[in-house]
């Protein structure tokens, strides 16, 4: 992502009304509604580990209904062009032109954004009344898609809010400006409707898969919706039609506030902050052991990007450890064993720092600091010049599957589950926010540009978050879980037990069931540009 010098002083300016306060952990309503009813759409109801949730699978046959979901909106104004704004915009103006809608979408940016040519080259422009000033946008649109950074949305709110016309509708795809509203005590204007569809995703995934999946009814990211205000009657139907256009898979219902716990707190563990920290970890791990610096990466990211979250993908969390030898089961068993409680503290700090409002502070302050402290890049450092190395001469069929590699990361993964299911969250978001965005969305990037190229490019929050909790992952495994094991510490067959009987394990494979046939190909080629630090 481009950080300009105007956004780091949107953001100083945004801390400067957020100043750090001692704040505890607070109880937060967190379970989803996931009681919704639709005319438009078929809802439908899934059995998730012993839960019935309600959810609407997507689909191109359903582009016909779309004219009926988006009924009272002629104009849609997409505000920014970050990861998710592309892509949506795309989706969204193919969708409704295949649908025969006469809906304009409009690209909204800063005056003198140098997306405007980014915008311009995937057939937004001036001259077509599809792109303009973001205000100016803002003010002519019936739906406002305010898809701009988290702290720009914290800077600018009031004005956003001012420009909106009479009736119009504010869509967001994360809960975050909710989060900074409620610490700040204010709130959304109360006439307006308030919806948020939430890919599972990062946006070029979003946009890649929906191309690739033109052939089979459609194929994208998953995506949560919630429907915070709802002053017309109208806005679970538009959240759904949205959502449809995306090229979401499937919907389901959730609230902004468990969206952004939920959200924030995944990429910070296992989706990003996490997976960095144990690459980290077992990369020196495995050379004091008396690997080699390019084994060692293979038999760790390699290992992880290239196979682990490919049987995950397409199989469950489970079938990662049912389909090792009796052997390698044993070594299992010990790296989760020792690694599941280290990493389950790391995690409940992490919900609880973001629970309370402390981590969107932490976000908010950062960018009072970007000026000062510009965000520099992790792929310097010897781990990722090694992997630049390994991924040129990767043979995809020989990428092993380490035990000890999938122990460490699956025990993480299940801890992550655990904190969220123990918050209340549903297990439909639980599976995306933990399993499915990792999967199918991050690991696929990982795998083809590096572990630390998703770190330097990703959203200034999820940056933010992987930068300050990677090193806390790294050095509690090394710490605890890597010694608890050369100590010969016996494994906690408890510990084993509850893993191998979860009930998330029934939930993934609910979501595999509807997961799209379309596996994406991150090295085709394709109308969305992966943003990269210059």
């Not at 509604?33 to 959810?55: C, L």
């Not at 000033?133 to 004005?159: H, P, R, T």
């Not at 005590?185 to 599972?200: H, L, Q, R, T, Y």
């Not at 976000?363 to 991924?391: A, C, L, Q, S």
């Amino acid at each position: 992502m481009k950080f300009t010098l105007a956004l780091g002083a949107i953001l100083a300016t945004t801390a400067a009304a957020f100043a750090p306060a001692a704040v505890a952990p607070r109880a937060v309503s967190t379970t989803a509604v996931n009681s919704f009813s639709s005319e438009i759409f078929e809802v439908r109801s899934v059995d998730m580990a012993g839960t019935t949730e309600q959810i609407v699978k997507g689909g191109r046959d359903l582009f016909p209904l779309l004219p009926k979901a988006f009924e009272g909106i002629k104009e849609i104004g997409v505000i920014g062009w970050g990861s998710q704004a592309p892509a949506q915009a795309q989706n969204l103006r193919d969708s409704l032109n295949e649908a025969g809608c006469d809906i304009k979408v409009r690209i909204g940016l800063r005056e003198g954004s140098s997306s405007f040519e980014e915008a311009r080259e995937v057939g937004f422009s001036e001259d077509a009344d599809t792109l303009g000033e973001m205000f100016d946008i803002i003010g002519k649109s019936d739906l406002v898609m305010l898809l701009i950074s988290d702290a720009a949305q914290a800077a600018l709110y009031k004005e956003v809010f001012a420009a909106m016309k009479p009736g119009a509708t504010l869509g967001l795809s994360h809960g975050f400006l909710l989060g900074y509203l409620e610490s700040i005590g204010e709130s959304f204007p109360e006439d307006m409707d308030v919806i948020a569809v939430c890919p599972k995703g990062m946006g070029p995934s979003v946009r890649r898969l929906y191309e690739q999946g033109k052939e089979v009814n459609g194929a994208g990211i998953n995506a949560s919706f919630a429907v915070h205000q709802n002053k017309s009657g109208k806005a679970t139907e538009l959240a759904l039609g949205w959502g449809v256009a995306l090229g979401s898979p499937f919907m389901f219902e959730t609230t902004l506030t468990s969206e952004y716990c939920s959200d924030i707190y995944g990429e910070r563990g296992i989706l990003l902050g996490a997976v960095h920290g144990i690459v980290e970890s077992l990369y020196r791990r495995y050379q004091r052991q008396g690997m080699s610096a390019e084994q060692a990466f293979i038999e760790s990211c390699e290992s992880i990007t290239g196979n682990i979250v490919k049987i995950i993908s397409t199989q469950g969390i489970k079938a990662v450890y049912d389909g090792l030898n009796d052997d390698d089961k044993k070594i299992f068993e010990e790296a989760y064993s020792a690694s599941y409680m280290p990493s389950k503290e790391i995690l409940q700090e992490i919900y609880d720092e973001v629970s309370s409002g402390n981590e969107i502070r932490t976000v908010i302050m950062h960018g009072k600091r970007i000026n000062k402290f510009p965000v520099g890049k992790i792929d310097g450092t010897d781990t990722w010049k090694v992997g630049e190395k390994v991924r040129e001469s990767r043979e995809e069929d020989k990428i092993p599957l380490n035990p000890f590699t999938a122990g460490v990361y699956v025990a993480t993964m299940m801890a992550q589950i655990d904190v969220l299911l123990e918050a209340g969250h549903p297990y439909s978001e639980v599976v995306n926010e933990s399993v499915i965005e990792a999967v199918d969305s991050l690991c696929p990037y990982m795998h083809y540009r590096g572990v630390a190229f998703m770190v330097d490019n990703c959203s200034f929050t999820a940056k933010t978050g992987s930068r300050k909790w990677a090193p806390r992952f790294d050095y509690i495994l090394d710490q605890l879980a890597y010694t608890a094991v050369d100590n010969g510490k016996p494994v906690n067959e408890d510990v084993i037990s509850a893993f191998k009987n979860h009930k998330v394990h029934d939930a993934v494979t609910e979501c595999c069931k509807l997961r799209p046939t379309v596996d994406i190909s991150v090295g085709t080629a394709s109308s969305t540009k992966e943003i990269v630090i210059e």
